[in-house]
């Protein structure tokens, strides 16, 4: 059934925090909790039959409803919030509740003219949803109690089941804690079973595909994916889910089809964004640039922005224009101060104009708020190149915990291990993980750099070298890809082809890494300098313009 969207029925008292929540360290503003865990005591949460299908194992099409469970669902690990986040949420809510007490008292001769009140925080949510880009932080915070308190009176209702494991997934998403993946699987498992997909419940699929895709299980996304896609063409939602699927699986041709598909049926800023990383991965860089900087031109909220300008940012970085990635990412923080992304980003532009102790400042910042691995990964080595080998190790001893805690909740984390491991570990070890995710055909542009990468290390240059020749001719003219092909090339004795590559890698980016980068300078230095005259052989021919996605408005 359609279900509006619930409120807690609680006031809200603006001059007093909540019961037993802290203090700000100015100790004024109020802190909201994070998001409850589905409350035990409330009227039959019902968590999913154990024999409920898992979407790891069972095909799409094939599920069937399962009964429902009448206990209540067991405690879950509690949120990871940010200080800084608890405070804006709560901020919005104090905010709302002050807007309407405002409408409220306006005399009755005066409400004619008074503009209607702000929307809430859950309607914000809700709006963004529906409109297919990223809500704030403090509103998605919101949406998720909201759906809590409502499928706890009202388990029946599919449709907020699956909102709910969305919800949580974004979250688990955004704040880097893949605790919240195993809640989203709970929730959009019992959505599926109150309706199964078969009978119309295709949000519970796309749910479960993106999911997949963020667990990095590219085959299942793939086929929840396509199942929706099948049934209902025109739905829109599944398309983000089936480009992540197709990329992650090195599938660039379907990718592009699914982006054109995205870009026809919701045209905007989310097809502009999901265009213009299609281009990027090819190598057209002019028309990303372009379809970016349109994507932050048409953004309608400040996330949304924020997404754009750090895309932005990303691009100058990977041209070799650190001062314009710091100028992008900049804009974005001050666009979303949450947005820790752009935070990283930035830390890693000014690692490559020698800013070290900024760099250090907002690699730190960034994983305070958003802690993913591979923050963790680009922090030992910016200490590994300053010579601080305590730091760096320090730094891959928590990136080894947090790759395992990952693990623990599903997430296939072989790429990042693999490239530490081929680099920091045990290059041997390496090669047996990233083997194993190419018979599992995740066959992507940086999954044959690192596979390539790995056997280098290990020894085996010759068995690297087809993998580094295919990563470069599909990895959209990245530098990493064309040094690691020229090094294995150096190894091989093919010294012209290796000049060629090294010295396009340094003409892309010579900032691209502040261990390799050096590295890949001084294998040059060895084979005589860059080759006279002309572009490096070896590069990819420049692209020619291209056509722009159908659905460009």
């Known amino acids: 059934m359609d279900v509006m ?5 609680e006031s809200v008292d603006s001059t007093k925090p909540p019961p037993d929540s802290p203090l700000d360290p100015a100790g004024t503003d109020p ?14 949460p019902a968590s999913l039959d154990p024999a409920s299908p898992d979407p790891a194992s069972v095909d799409p099409a094939s599920v069937d409803p399962a009964p429902l469970d009448p206990a209540s669902s067991a405690e879950l690990p509690p949120l990871s919030l940010r200080t800084t986040l608890r405070r804006a949420a709560m901020g919005v809510v ?48 919101a949406l998720i109690g909201d759906r809590q308190q409502w499928v706890g009176t009202h388990p029946a209702d599919a449709k907020s089941w699956a909102l709910l494991g969305t919800a949580f997934l974004e979250w688990g998403q955004r704040s880097a804690d893949e605790a919240y993946f195993g809640r989203a699987e709970e929730a959009l498992k019992r959505s599926l079973n109150v309706e199964p997909g078969e009978n119309g419940n295709t949000a519970a699929w796309v749910g479960l595909a993106t999911l997949a895709n963020a667990r990095r299980d590219f ?9 929706v896609r099948a049934r209902q063409p025109k739905q829109w939602t599944v398309y983000p889910a089936l480009i992540d699927a197709y990329n992650g699986l090195g599938d660039y041709k379907a990718s592009r089809t699914a982006v054109e598909q995205f870009a026809e049926l919701r045209p905007g ?50 041209r070799g224009e650190p001062e314009e990635a710091i100028t992008q990412y900049s804009a974005a923080l001050r666009t979303d ?6 935070l990283a980003g930035r830390a890693t532009a000014l690692t490559a104009l020698g800013r070290t102790d900024e760099a250090e400042r907002d690699f730190k910042a960034a994983l305070a708020g958003l802690p993913r691995p591979e923050y963790l990964l680009e922090l030992g080595e910016l200490y590994e190149s300053l010579g601080r080998d305590e730091d760096a190790r320090s730094q891959y001893a928590q990136l080894r ?9 599903g997430v296939d984390n072989a790429l990042l291990r693999g490239r530490f491991e081929a680099a920091h570990g045990d290059p041997e070890a390496a090669v047996k993980v990233l083997k194993a995710e190419w018979a599992r055909q995740h066959r992507s542009a940086a999954m044959a750099d690192a596979l390539g990468w790995a056997l280098h290390l290990s020894g085996d240059s010759s068995g690297a070298l087809p993998y580094a020749t295919r990563a470069v001719a599909a990895g959209g003219r990245i530098a990493s890809y064309a040094s ?15 000049r060629l590559n090294l010295t396009e890698a340094l003409r892309i980016n010579p900032h691209f890494s502040p261990l390799e980068g050096t590295a890949a300078k001084e294998a040059l230095d060895l084979l005589g300098g860059p080759p006279a005259g002309g572009p490096p052989g070896m590069a990819p021919a420049k692209p020619q313009p291209a056509p722009p996605a159908p659905g460009r408005r």
Do not use: C, F
Request: glycine content about 8%; hydrophobic content about 40%.
């Open 94 to 141: 104090a905010g709302a509740v002050l807007v309407t007490g405002a409408v409220v008292a306006v005399p009755e001769d005066e409400k004619k003219t008074a503009p209607p009140p702000a929307p809430g925080p859950v309607s914000r949510a809700l709006k963004a949803s529906d409109m297919g880009y990223p809500a704030s932080l403090s509103d998605l915070t």
């Open 219 to 227: 085959a299942l996304a793939k086929k929840w994916g396509e199942t």
């Open 337 to 342: 101060r949450d947005h820790y992304a752009s």
């Open 5 to 9: 969207p619930q409120q807690p029925p």
């Open 484 to 498: 690691h092909l020229g090094a294995i090339q150096q190894a091989l004795k093919d010294y012209g082809p290796a």
């Open 401 to 409: 915990e947090a790759l395992a805690r990952g693990g623990g909740q």
């Open 269 to 318: 800023a989310a097809a502009l964004l999901r265009t213009a990383r299609m281009y990027r991965d090819r190598g057209w860089r002019e028309n990303a640039l372009a379809d970016a900087q349109d994507a932050a031109d048409r953004a309608t909220t400040p996330a949304q922005k924020a997404e754009s300008l750090h895309l932005l940012g990303e691009l100058a970085w990977e």
């Open 31 to 44: 802190v909201p909790r994070d998001p409850a865990p589905l409350d035990p005591a409330s009227p039959d």
